[in-house]
């Protein structure tokens, strides 16, 4: 974080206390309320987390809240029994949520579909029993590779019914990152569709697919969902390894009981980037996960049986998890649901959305803002925003300007702000405002939510006001694991101190207690609040045949948050030209995928080194982004960097 930010965030004294009457009506209504929970929460974790649990369904009762004897092996819920697609579903079938919709799902195109409780309860169960018919059983890894469509959130819960595994791959991953994520956890079945609507294109999802497989034999089955109908859209068909899900679907019993399972049966992987050129396929279980996003989707989105929740995340990366499907369906709640981009047709869709479904809770990214604040108020100011109450950002810190147009042009200075850091690592929020008791900060993640032991720590693991983010303790929604990979799990996260969680993100805590996330202290990049690991695009790069070494490094961007610029030496003889830059640039499109394409190629003779070899970044990053050079001196050959810089400017 460059220390103007830093001096920006310090500066920032502005509070805003919600309304009175938000408060009064809301789930958590005082600070006094939420001190005494958040007390009671850490004091007696067995006690606070087994009274949330029994306002869910469980076949067989726990025997213990947590047990911590093989830390940081942690157990929830030890030996209860339970499914959270019951718990999402025929819990709900019971009462009047039967009737009300689930999901409100709006095509790019603009076609419309309304599932209720008792519908989309149905199209689970015929999805169930589809994956059954081809010989998915409990344990089986499944990957799911679908566009923001209703199969997307069906084929989730089918999974979690009868205990497969999901692995969501983000529909913008290339047929290389499906591949990697298929061979890791050995998934039997890919679930994709013929296509998707993107920005009014149809995206060749299938085809994608279809290169991905060639290189994996472990694979039998492809289940397509026809998402293009009326469109025509050219893709193969794999005789016998391809079905259509309309097809397979056809006589298939729409009763599929849940199938009982242990609250630590996995429920999903979801990939994730670290520092290493490989992607970790981080775990989660059934019962504490289940009861976490419960009860933070609950509290701090206040949800209320008369919302209309709107979450703009993908179902691809871990938001969309918890906080489309999971989270909100568990309470019973009625969510949104949007296939396409917020500039298509126009840079109004997403207020349009708002005000057609009169969506009370709207939850986004940072990026996203930035990006309707560069569009202009006059798109926000055709709609009736009216409707909305609560609003909600994730996935990279919010700068305090963009903080204050939301809360005016979007919240019309109404609806309080939730400003919640969360991980994939962490299942659910950790960091966050309650809306009806908090008294926010732009730019504050505020406090930790019930149950979360939070610190900045040194190093050394003291105290201080501006250091390192700590987890002290184990709380429901935390992952269990690195797939396949214990010895990284427990390296990654729980050994830079004894009995704290490490998530990687430098943080300052202020007079008030309140949590300022600084951004990533490791070779984690944030881009458009996707995170990519530094390590992982060098090696993408070094794969290329002209390429040597790479260096890539992340810089302030004034939409994406952050952007990258990789520095690229070539073999001897090859030159940098443009049509090398974009062959590079399109190499790593089909590599990992288009979101994580760098701003810049800078080809350079050589890259800056210590005298033992290693590539000095920081430097790099004062190169890429302007300022002042760090110290030189243990550079092998200082010449490198004059040249470099020059190459730099010269080129911008
Ligand atoms: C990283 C996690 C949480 C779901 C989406 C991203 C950054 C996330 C905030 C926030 C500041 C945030 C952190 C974190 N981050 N939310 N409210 N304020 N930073 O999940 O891909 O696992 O990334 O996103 O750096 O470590 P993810």
Redesign the pocket.
């Given at each position: 974080m460059e220390n103007q930010d830093l001096n920006t965030i310090l500066e920032e004294n502005r509070t805003f206390p919600p309304s009175q009457e938000f408060s009064q009506k809301a789930h958590i209504s005082s600070l006094e309320q939420y001190q005494t929970m958040y007390k009671e929460s850490t004091e007696n974790p067995e006690k606070f987390w087994s009274q949330v649990a029994e306002e869910l369904h469980w076949f067989k009762k726990w025997d213990k809240v947590v047990n911590s004897e093989n830390a940081p092996f942690f157990k929830w819920f030890e030996n209860g029994k339970t499914n959270i697609s019951y718990n999402c579903l025929d819990r709900h079938l019971d009462s009047a949520t039967k009737n009300k919709a689930a999901i409100i799902w709006e095509g790019e195109p603009g076609e419309e579909r309304v599932l209720t409780y008792q519908g989309l309860a149905r199209e689970v169960q015929r999805f169930s029993n589809s994956l059954k018919k081809l010989g998915i059983k409990k344990g089986d890894r499944i990957a799911i590779y679908l566009p923001m469509i209703p199969e997307l959130a069906i084929s989730v819960l089918a999974c979690a019914r009868i205990g497969a595994i999901h692995s969501v791959i983000f529909a913008g991953f290339s047929a290389d990152s499906i591949r990697d994520r298929v061979l890791d956890c050995e998934a039997n079945l890919v679930i994709t569709a013929d296509g998707g609507w993107r920005r009014g294109k149809m995206l060749a999802l299938k085809n994608i697919v279809d290169q991905a497989l060639e290189e994996c034999p472990c694979v039998k089955d492809v289940l397509v969902v026809r998402r293009s109908e009326h469109h025509n859209f050219p893709h193969s068909f794999q005789e016998g390894r391809d079905h259509w899900y309309h097809d397979l679907s056809q006589d298939v019993s729409d009763k599929c009981p849940a199938e009982e399972m242990d609250s630590e049966d996995m429920l999903f992987l979801l990939y994730?980037?670290g520092t290493t050129g490989k992607p970790k396929g981080i775990i989660h279980t059934t019962g504490g996960y289940m009861v976490y996003t419960y009860l933070t989707s609950k509290y701090v989105f206040d949800l209320k049986p008369t919302d209309i929740y709107w979450c703009t995340?993908d179902i691809g990366?871990?938001?969309g998890h918890s906080y489309i499907v999971y989270g909100p369906l568990a309470n019973g709640a009625t969510c949104v649901m949007y296939e396409g981009t917020p500039n298509w047709p126009d840079e109004g869709r997403f207020w349009n959305i708002v005000q057609r479904h009169q969506v009370s809770i709207f939850y986004t990214?940072?990026t996203a803002i930035r990006a309707f604040m560069k569009w202009g108020d006059k798109w926000p100011e055709k709609y009736d925003l009216s409707s909305l109450r609560l609003l909600g950002?994730?996935?990279?810190?919010?700068n305090p300007e963009a903080w204050i147009w939301y809360n005016k042009v979007i919240g019309q200075e109404r609806c309080p702000i939730v400003?919640?850091?969360?991980?994939?690592?962490?299942g659910g929020?950790m960091?966050?405002p309650l809306p009806g008791c908090t008294v926010t900060k732009p730019g504050s993640?505020s406090l930790p939510f019930f149950g979360v032991d939070a610190d900045v720590l040194t190093e050394n693991k003291e105290p201080t006001n501006a250091g390192l983010l700590a987890i002290k303790k184990p709380w429901p929604g935390m992952l269990r694991g690195i797939y396949g990979d214990p010895e990284r799990y427990k390296n990654t996260y729980w050994s830079k101190w004894p009995e704290y969680y490490f998530?990687?993100?430098g943080a300052k805590r202020d007079k008030d207690g309140y949590f300022w996330?600084l951004?990533?202290v490791d070779d984690?990049v944030?881009v458009s609040?996707?995170?990519i690991g530094t390590a992982e695009l060098e090696s993408v790069f070094v794969e290329h045949s002209s390429v040597a070494e790479s260096a890539v490094v992340g810089i302030k961007h004034e939409i994406k948050g952050q952007g990258l610029i990789a520095f690229v030496s070539l073999k001897r003889g090859i030159e940098g030209t443009k049509d090398l830059e974009q062959e590079l640039t399109k190499w790593v499109a089909n590599k990992i995928g288009k979101f994580v394409v760098p701003e810049r190629i800078v080809f350079s003779a050589d890259l800056p080194k210590t005298r033992s070899g290693k590539i000095m970044r920081r430097l790099l990053r004062d190169i890429a982004e302007g300022s002042t050079l760090g110290s030189v001196t243990t550079l092998a050959d200082p010449s490198v960097l004059d040249d470099l810089k020059k190459k730099y400017e010269d080129e911008d």
């Amino acid at each position: 974080m460059e220390n103007q930010d830093l001096n920006t965030i310090l500066e920032e004294n502005r509070t805003f206390p919600p309304s009175q009457e938000f408060s009064q009506k809301a789930h958590i209504s005082s600070l006094e309320q939420y001190q005494t929970m958040y007390k009671e929460s850490t004091e007696n974790p067995e006690k606070f987390w087994s009274q949330v649990a029994e306002e869910l369904h469980w076949f067989k009762k726990w025997d213990k809240v947590v047990n911590s004897e093989n830390a940081p092996f942690f157990k929830w819920f030890e030996n209860g029994k339970t499914n959270i697609s019951y718990n999402c579903l025929d819990r709900h079938l019971d009462s009047a949520t039967k009737n009300k919709a689930a999901i409100i799902w709006e095509g790019e195109p603009g076609e419309e579909r309304v599932l209720t409780y008792q519908g989309l309860a149905r199209e689970v169960q015929r999805f169930s029993n589809s994956l059954k018919k081809l010989g998915i059983k409990k344990g089986d890894r499944i990957a799911i590779y679908l566009p923001m469509i209703p199969e997307l959130a069906i084929s989730v819960l089918a999974c979690a019914r009868i205990g497969a595994i999901h692995s969501v791959i983000f529909a913008g991953f290339s047929a290389d990152s499906i591949r990697d994520r298929v061979l890791d956890c050995e998934a039997n079945l890919v679930i994709t569709a013929d296509g998707g609507w993107r920005r009014g294109k149809m995206l060749a999802l299938k085809n994608i697919v279809d290169q991905a497989l060639e290189e994996c034999p472990c694979v039998k089955d492809v289940l397509v969902v026809r998402r293009s109908e009326h469109h025509n859209f050219p893709h193969s068909f794999q005789e016998g390894r391809d079905h259509w899900y309309h097809d397979l679907s056809q006589d298939v019993s729409d009763k599929c009981p849940a199938e009982e399972m242990d609250s630590e049966d996995m429920l999903f992987l979801l990939y994730t980037s670290g520092t290493t050129g490989k992607p970790k396929g981080i775990i989660h279980t059934t019962g504490g996960y289940m009861v976490y996003t419960y009860l933070t989707s609950k509290y701090v989105f206040d949800l209320k049986p008369t919302d209309i929740y709107w979450c703009t995340a993908d179902i691809g990366w871990v938001t969309g998890h918890s906080y489309i499907v999971y989270g909100p369906l568990a309470n019973g709640a009625t969510c949104v649901m949007y296939e396409g981009t917020p500039n298509w047709p126009d840079e109004g869709r997403f207020w349009n959305i708002v005000q057609r479904h009169q969506v009370s809770i709207f939850y986004t990214a940072p990026t996203a803002i930035r990006a309707f604040m560069k569009w202009g108020d006059k798109w926000p100011e055709k709609y009736d925003l009216s409707s909305l109450r609560l609003l909600g950002t994730v996935g990279e810190p919010i700068n305090p300007e963009a903080w204050i147009w939301y809360n005016k042009v979007i919240g019309q200075e109404r609806c309080p702000i939730v400003d919640t850091w969360w991980q994939t690592e962490t299942g659910g929020m950790m960091i966050t405002p309650l809306p009806g008791c908090t008294v926010t900060k732009p730019g504050s993640a505020s406090l930790p939510f019930f149950g979360v032991d939070a610190d900045v720590l040194t190093e050394n693991k003291e105290p201080t006001n501006a250091g390192l983010l700590a987890i002290k303790k184990p709380w429901p929604g935390m992952l269990r694991g690195i797939y396949g990979d214990p010895e990284r799990y427990k390296n990654t996260y729980w050994s830079k101190w004894p009995e704290y969680y490490f998530p990687g993100d430098g943080a300052k805590r202020d007079k008030d207690g309140y949590f300022w996330i600084l951004g990533r202290v490791d070779d984690v990049v944030n881009v458009s609040g996707h995170r990519i690991g530094t390590a992982e695009l060098e090696s993408v790069f070094v794969e290329h045949s002209s390429v040597a070494e790479s260096a890539v490094v992340g810089i302030k961007h004034e939409i994406k948050g952050q952007g990258l610029i990789a520095f690229v030496s070539l073999k001897r003889g090859i030159e940098g030209t443009k049509d090398l830059e974009q062959e590079l640039t399109k190499w790593v499109a089909n590599k990992i995928g288009k979101f994580v394409v760098p701003e810049r190629i800078v080809f350079s003779a050589d890259l800056p080194k210590t005298r033992s070899g290693k590539i000095m970044r920081r430097l790099l990053r004062d190169i890429a982004e302007g300022s002042t050079l760090g110290s030189v001196t243990t550079l092998a050959d200082p010449s490198v960097l004059d040249d470099l810089k020059k190459k730099y400017e010269d080129e911008d």
